[in-house]
């Protein structure tokens, strides 16, 4: 993009920003939840839009001079109809977690009884943890992977939910590697006369492009972020069953929040038009496959993949298994130019600042066009810079392939073609 102006007014800003784009060009982001958008995208975000106000609805506003923002509105809810094949979508949650509390407005009380996936299992915070607003508005109870297969037992699911009887039952997850079974959730809930809640924000790219099955036509009521594999600016969207629309309409409005961001929800039309192109379904298949080579590859290097493996974009590895904390394998990594997130495992017996896993996922490279043969080699690096991680000069000499391999596959300024 051209930043002339900001380059005058701001030159303090603009170095900044130059260094953020120099590292994003040179280093590898391998955090689940970070991706590359277009240059379009960009540039709706950077629009006259931003300037106005528009509290309420298309056709439905507190402010007037709205009838062009209507439309803009509009075509994003109709292209994630479209996406999702959903009754009835609401595209002005501003982030992931308000678009969660605001689901929760819609459907139940405060005190009300949840049941959601517990965090060190591979659920969000926003699922019901005590220090998030959840835990402390609503009465969770939680549910675990299963101890040795580290994933989810709906057998147990029922049992608890049975025992339990919650209002609502919520389905999704931030570090859980598997596919969901929405039909067994949705069994569950009906027996037991709850709510179905998914939660999609990691996986709603993959879902889009029918590469995971998919709980819109199913469930109640589906949040979803609408950056991570969807590939959208950061943002969220409500979609729910056309009985349920009025009520999760005024929970977002007036009730969670006021205008949205229209120069936002513009960016998100972009990004869901991008979606529906043949193209993105062979950039989610990509990104399944080369999650699957990264687990492979590491499991045959000594390392424990919690689950065993991955049905989508990220994998959680118990770095245990190669004698550090999470931490200090995200240090160690950051050192040679890749980016991941530490995380806790089922069960952890370390504290969440500092716990025994390490999240990795693979959206961004994959938007950079990487492929098996990549993967290959960065498993390779990372594990090189594991077992030499007290050696400051083969550290540099890895820093140094990362970054070549980063400037062979640059990020795309269009995601019209996937090579």
């Known amino acids: 993009m051209d930043y002339k102006n900001l380059t005058l007014e701001d030159p303090e800003l603009m170095r900044i920003i130059d260094s953020e ?3 994003q060009a040179e280093e590898m982001e391998m955090i689940a939840s970070e991706n590359y958008v277009s240059k379009s995208v960009l540039e709706a975000m950077a629009t006259v839009l931003t300037n106005k106000y528009s509290e309420g609805y298309p056709g439905k506003r507190y402010y007037g001079g709205n009838q062009i923002i209507d439309e803009v509105e509009s075509l994003a809810i109709e292209r994630a109809k479209e996406l999702f094949s959903a009754e009835h979508v609401n595209v002005q949650p501003l982030s ?9 407005f819609a459907f139940i009380k405060p005190g009300d009884k949840v049941l959601g996936l517990k965090l060190d299992h591979g659920g969000h915070l926003s699922h019901g943890h005590p220090i998030n607003f959840s835990g402390m508005l609503y009465d969770f109870v939680q549910y675990e992977v299963n101890a040795k297969t580290e994933k989810i037992d709906m057998e147990e699911v029922k049992k608890i939910a049975l025992r339990e009887k919650p209002k609502m039952i919520v389905a999704g997850y931030s570090a859980y590697s598997r596919e969901i079974e929405w039909e067994e959730f949705k069994k569950i809930a009906d027996e037991v006369g709850a709510y179905t809640f998914a939660d999609i924000a990691h996986t709603a790219g993959l879902i889009a492009a029918g590469e995971m099955n998919n709980p819109v036509p199913l ?7 609408t950056h991570k594999t969807l590939r959208g600016p950061r943002g969220a969207m409500i979609m729910c069953k056309k009985e349920y629309a009025k009520q999760v309409d005024r929970a977002v409005f007036p009730g969670m929040q ?3 961001h229209d120069h936002i929800n513009a960016a998100k039309a972009v990004a869901f038009k991008e979606a529906l192109e043949d193209n993105f379904k062979d950039y989610a298949k990509q990104t399944i496959k080369n999650a699957k080579v990264l687990a492979s590859e590491l499991t045959a290097k ?11 974009h990220l994998l959680v590895v118990d770095m245990t298994s190669k004698n550090l904390t999470g931490k200090e394998a995200e240090t160690i990594l950051d050192r040679i130019g890749i980016s991941v997130s530490r995380s806790t495992i089922p069960n952890d017996p370390n504290p969440p600042m500092n716990p025994s896993g390490v999240r990795f996922g693979t959206p961004a490279i994959t938007t950079r066009g990487m492929k ?6 960065i498993a390779a690096w990372i594990d090189s810079a594991i077992a030499n991680k007290q050696k400051i000069e083969v550290l540099e000499s890895i820093r140094g392939e990362v970054k ?3 400037l062979e596959f640059p990020i795309p300024d269009s995601f019209c073609h996937f090579d």
Request: hydrophobic share 25%.
């Open 258 to 260: 006021g205008g949205p």
């Open 219 to 225: 469930f109640d009521v589906v949040s979803t972020t």
């Open 372 to 377: 098996e043969d990549e993967i290959k080699r």
């Open 302 to 312: 000594g390392y424990k993949i919690i689950s065993g493996g991955t049905d989508n």
């Open 96 to 104: 992931g977690s308000p678009a969660n509390a605001a689901v929760y």
């Open 404 to 406: 070549k391999l980063c």
């Open 21 to 23: 784009s120099k590292r």
